[in-house]
């Protein structure tokens, strides 16, 4: 996503010798100057670049705008040194695969941290891109300091009488009722319990000074447990520059030590804070 696409732009600027000037992006919402592939003029010598981008960017079949068709077609037409996949693990869906093919390129690298699906598909990045070359275990980035240390704890809320029994009711458990699974889902996350363990969980560590985030992939509920407890949120409908301002508050500042967080913040989102 943008996001992700502005964290590796970051991320090169300040761990290579690349110039800034020579980092281009292309979203939806940036483009590259109209020129940025143009072969250098006589006498100058050849400058190398990278080039940054979505899967949906390139593999989009529709009418875009003119800067955005100009910019896909010099990219297509470009002989490029190194083609890097993050979040490899996308590439053998349908929409995504076309982008080995819109790229043309000498040598093909895939990244991710989770290399599943739950389709039949991974086995197909083995003559997509190639074969596994290096897999690190967590626990010894954990153990250099890496990853956070991970303690998994599950905890257990009783459902108020009124919730428990409008969801019998949604089950299908009582007399006449019909199950409603939409209905029962909405009934057990916002369990007025759960919601009081919640809000006890993030006092209890910000009083730590701890960075918490709170995953939730149903919206409505993440936007009320949210506004219940005066924290910020981050999902789809947030803008691109709301969330960049959010995510820089979590990682810098002492007053945001919470953030909601929907599947947005699934893959690619680089959150080094999060305690």
């Known amino acids: 996503n943008t996001l992700s696409v502005e964290q590796w732009r ?37 400058r190398g670049c990278v080039v940054i981008t979505t899967y949906p960017m390139v593999t989009y079949s529709g009418k875009r705008n003119e800067v955005s068709d100009r910019a896909m077609r010099a990219i297509r037409s470009t002989e490029w040194g190194l083609l890097i996949l993050d979040e490899v693990h996308q590439v053998p869906a349908r929409t995504f695969r076309s982008v080995l093919s819109a790229c043309d390129a000498h040598c093909k690298l895939g990244l991710t941290a989770t ?75 916002m369990n007025p319990n759960k919601i009081r363990a919640c809000k006890y969980l993030i006092d209890f560590h910000e009083r730590k000074y701890d960075k918490i985030l709170v995953f939730c992939d149903n919206l409505y509920c993440l936007k009320r447990y949210a506004q219940v407890m005066n924290r910020p949120y981050i999902c789809g409908s947030v803008k691109q520059s709301d969330r960049v ?31």
């Open 10 to 46: 970051e991320h090169f600027a300040s761990n290579t010798t690349v110039e800034m000037k020579d980092i281009h992006v292309l979203t939806s919402d940036k483009r590259p100057a109209h020129n940025f592939l143009a072969p250098p003029s006589a006498g100058q010598a050849a």
């Open 115 to 189: 290399l599943v699906r739950e389709d039949e598909r991974i086995s197909d990045l083995h003559f997509l891109i190639g074969p596994k070359l290096y897999e690190a275990n967590w626990q010894d980035l954990a153990s250099q300091g890496h990853l956070a240390r991970v303690q998994c704890v599950e905890v257990w809320t009783h459902m108020t009488p009124e919730f428990y029994r409008e969801y019998l009711k949604a089950t299908g458990m009582t007399e006449g009722s019909e199950s409603q699974p939409k209905r029962r889902q909405l009934l057990f996350t």
């Open 245 to 275: 301002r959010m995510l820089e508050q979590f990682l810098t500042s002492d007053e945001s030590n919470c953030l909601f967080i929907s599947r947005v913040g699934d893959t690619a989102i680089d959150l080094p804070a999060a305690t």
